[in-house]
């Protein structure tokens, strides 16, 4: 059964840093996929990863995958409020093209 | 833009009631699925079809049936709604064989079961 964790949970920023979302999963894959949902929203897709080594980047937010370690990390650089919502990580089960999702993380970023 | 369309927004049922949660995409995605999120939960896959008439369980089937009559349009059908299945019910969808898999949502039906 595929496994998929993330931390932290919850994250409480200050503007103007840097962070790391983490996202580790239990079963061979090699599609990996981040999300952010706000408050009372739905899931908008971020970033789609789709090989060992893939890296994202949009504005503030990186995305990379290494499937040798079963890790991908979302990099967030000088945070600002805007970024404030909960980032889902989801790995596709076995090419199923089902997705198996991390429970999210709740990042708030405080001016 | 890809649209995935959740009929209801909000729904307010009384336990025993049976319960329809209607899901429409209009760019011709092979896959449909639904999901339900719950605080501390994530998200959790209920049924998904690959296919017209074509359905297979996901990891919490119990309680919940689907169909799929028209590409285009998967429904989730609860038979007899309980309390443990308030929540937050999202209908997703994707191209199919040969795609990123990448998922496409729609904006959620939260339901309510009293």
């Known amino acids: 059964e595929l496994k998929v964790e993330q931390n932290p949970l919850f994250l409480s920023m200050q503007e103007g840093k840097n962070y790391t979302i983490y996202c580790n999963y239990s079963?061979?894959?090699?599609?990996l996929y981040w999300y952010r949902q706000d408050p009372g929203k739905s899931l908008e897709s971020l970033f789609v990863l789709l090989s060992n080594g893939a890296v994202k980047q949009e504005g503030r937010l990186m995305a990379s995958l290494d499937t040798k370690a079963r890790l991908s990390t979302l990099h967030i650089t000088a945070a600002v409020h805007d970024l404030s919502a909960t980032y889902f990580c989801?790995?596709?089960?076995?090419?199923?093209?089902?997705?198996?999702f991390g429970k999210g993380t709740k990042l708030t970023v405080n001016p | 833009d890809v649209k995935v369309t959740q009929s209801s927004r909000y729904l307010v049922k009384r336990t025993g009631e049976k319960v329809f949660l209607e899901c429409v995409q209009d760019?011709?995605?092979?896959?449909m699925f639904w999901y339900r999120q719950d605080p501390g939960l994530g998200l959790r896959l209920i049924y998904f079809s690959y296919d017209v008439k074509m359905k297979e369980k996901g990891d919490i089937p119990e309680g919940y049936s689907v169909s799929r009559e028209k590409k285009e349009r998967f429904s989730l059908i609860l038979e007899s709604a309980s309390t443990n299945q308030t929540s937050m019910y999202l209908c997703?969808?994707?191209?199919?064989?040969?795609?990123?898999?990448?998922?496409?949502f729609g904006e959620g039906s939260r339901l309510t079961v009293l």
């Open positions: 989801a790995v596709d089960m076995g090419g199923s093209e089902k997705l198996v």
């Open positions: 760019m011709d995605h092979e896959n």
């Open positions: 079963t061979t894959s090699d599609r």
């Open positions: 997703a969808s994707s191209y199919g064989w040969g795609s990123t898999g990448e998922l496409f």
